[in-house]
């Protein structure tokens, strides 16, 4: 049931997107990860939507470094640490399906709300 729940909540995310109601924002670190994707079709169906509805800002490079190192020695993994501190620097929310990195973050001192896509939905009242 969560699964479908997640699932309605990304779809519901995307087309408020695709409104302009908000913008996806690209890191580098969602290419590598897309781009480690073994099924090829998936990969450029992924890289596709990305291309369509995402943004890629100018980013800090030196300060975003700085602030993966303090997310990766505050237990995060290295992709996790990344992908936060790229979201810190051009972003107001960061949805993750990943339960125990949003509960990693409630003890983090960031910049930006983190949630599931569920509770962003319920959030952003979208329906």
């Known amino acids: 049931m969560r699964v479908r729940l997640e699932t309605d909540a990304f779809y519901l995310i995307l087309q408020a997107i695709q409104n302009k109601m908000y913008e996806m924002i690209i890191s580098p670190v969602h290419l ?6 073994e099924d090829v079709k998936e990969r450029f169906e992924v890289l596709g939507l990305l291309k369509k509805v995402g943004s890629s800002p100018q980013y800090n490079l030196p300060m975003i470094r700085k602030h993966a190192e303090y997310f990766y020695h505050k237990k995060l993994g290295v992709a996790d640490a990344a992908h936060l501190a790229f979201a810190e620097a051009a972003a107001d929310f960061f949805i993750s399906c990943d339960d125990k990195l949003i509960k990693k973050c409630k003890n983090l001192d960031i910049n930006l709300t983190v949630m599931n ?11």
């Open 117 to 127: 896509p569920v509770q962003f939905t319920v959030n952003e009242d979208l329906k």
């Open 32 to 37: 590598a990860e897309i781009n480690a994707i």
